[in-house]
Nanobody
Framework: QVQVVESGGGLVQAGGSVRLSCTYS????????MGWFRQAPGKEREGVSC????????YYADSMKGRFTISRDNAKNTLYLQMNSLKPEDTAMYYC?????????????????WGQGTQVTVSS
């Protein structure tokens, strides 16, 4: 049985930083491409970032490039998202997820093993 524990969200002022973590058990992280998604109230879930099995390739949504950094520690079965220069529009519930193959990097239908979500709220 796969279990996922997300952590690191919270309330932060604009311009601040937050690091999200997502630790898996019952799943070998090194076998999966990993992604972060977010969903703001009244909006559809959107892709934030994605990282391949061996961390060679990373993807970011345009609005997050240069501000967010995705990383993984396969030995710890943990995925990270470092979020800097946060803006009020980054306020959302953030989710981690895993996929073996298929779909574009931001296609949430290709992902499974979703985390429970962690709330990030950025105040202006």
């Amino acid at each position: 049985q796969v279990q996922v524990v997300e952590s690191g969200g919270g309330l932060v002022q604009a311009g601040g930083s937050v690091r999200l973590s997502c630790t898996y058990s019952g799943l070998t992280l090194s076998a999966y491409t990993m992604g972060w998604f977010r969903q703001a109230p009244g909006k559809e879930r959107e892709g934030v970032s994605c990282i391949t099995l061996n961390s060679r390739i990373t993807y970011y949504a345009d609005s997050m490039k240069g501000r967010f950094t995705i990383s993984r520690d396969n030995a710890k079965n943990t995925l990270y998202l470092q979020m800097n220069s946060l803006k009020p529009e980054d306020t959302a519930m953030y989710y981690c997820a895993a996929k073996k193959y298929g779909g574009t990097w931001s296609d949430d239908r290709a992902f499974g093993y979703w985390g429970q979500g962690t709330q990030v709220t950025v105040s202006s």
